[in-house]
């Protein structure tokens, strides 16, 4: 079965067009002596596919942490719809935002339809004592939160393997699922970490078609990845990480065109590069320590030279002590000449 990315249906979580769903300003995140994100600004409109690249260890993940309530920024501020999102994780969901993990996370001994079911618990509303008595109200939420979690898995293709354990699942398939219960929370922004890590071309494409459905239904999308093609595809603008610092960001066109995007990938430095000041020191101390060891070699060799000339001269007064001696006990000698 296919996906099923033909519904025209708005999401329960939508934006209305021309609001902006995200607001992060200054974000900064440091782990001790290490600053992985440093003053990160970024927006994600309505209506929007944004893409977040940079090479490996540019701080992409640590600021999607930043943004879902994994992390609490060191500096800055994001805002949800207006409103300063709350430091936990279960609030940030419960607010609005969802997300898929780099490393899926799934439920692996739990079925596809349960691992959504999990996802949309921040949305029901019966409590502890609705779910042990059982009652009308009860049964028919938990009715209506089925029927929503298999009209999820239909829009991803997966509701023909809903009673499946989850692991066992091939690898796109459970990339999809991740999104199914990540849409689950009802969300009006989805953040999706490498979502088509590992996936072969044509699951590529089918994600690529995923998210464009999801983003006709009203949900904005911030989306990580590796793969350029993907990105450029899909991303109505995309922001550049590198070295924890916001590089260029701009359409697709604006940041393939970029110089500095390619020597970023490519690992040249370049005029004011992020994280310029600390390569300039280290290339600093590099260059001086350099210079001390040539200085240490062109010094060895002279002090080699006085030690052999040291040496020489012992050895010459010694010869010239031991002639003596041998003068003094061969008196005869000299007469012989
Ligand atoms: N919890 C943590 N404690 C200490 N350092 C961390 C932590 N999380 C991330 N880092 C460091 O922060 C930097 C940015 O890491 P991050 O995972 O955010 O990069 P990334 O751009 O997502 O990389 P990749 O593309 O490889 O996933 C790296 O140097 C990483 O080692």
Known sequence: MT?????KDTAPGATAPGETVLDARGVTMRFGGLTAVRGVDLTVNAGEIVGLIGPNGAGKTTFFNCLTGLYVPTEGEVRYKGNVLPPKSFKVTAAGIARTFQNIRLFANMTVLENVLVGRHTRTKEGFWSAVLRGPGFHKAE???RDRAMELLRFVGLDHKSEHLARNLPYGEQRKLEIARALASEPGLLLLDEPTAGMNPQETRTTEELVFAIRDMGIAVLVIEHDMRFIFNLCDRVAVLVQ?????EGDSATVQGDERVVAAYLGEPFEDAPGAEEVAEVEAA???AEAAE?????AEPDAEAAEAAETAETDADTT???ADTTTDAAPGKENDR
């Open 3 to 7: 996906t099923d990315t033909t519904t």
């Open 143 to 145: 009715k209506a939160s």
């Open 244 to 248: 924890g610092e916001k590089l260029v």
């Open 286 to 288: 590099e260059a001086h």
């Open 294 to 298: 040539a200085h240490a070699e062109t």
């Open 320 to 322: 010239a002590d031991a």
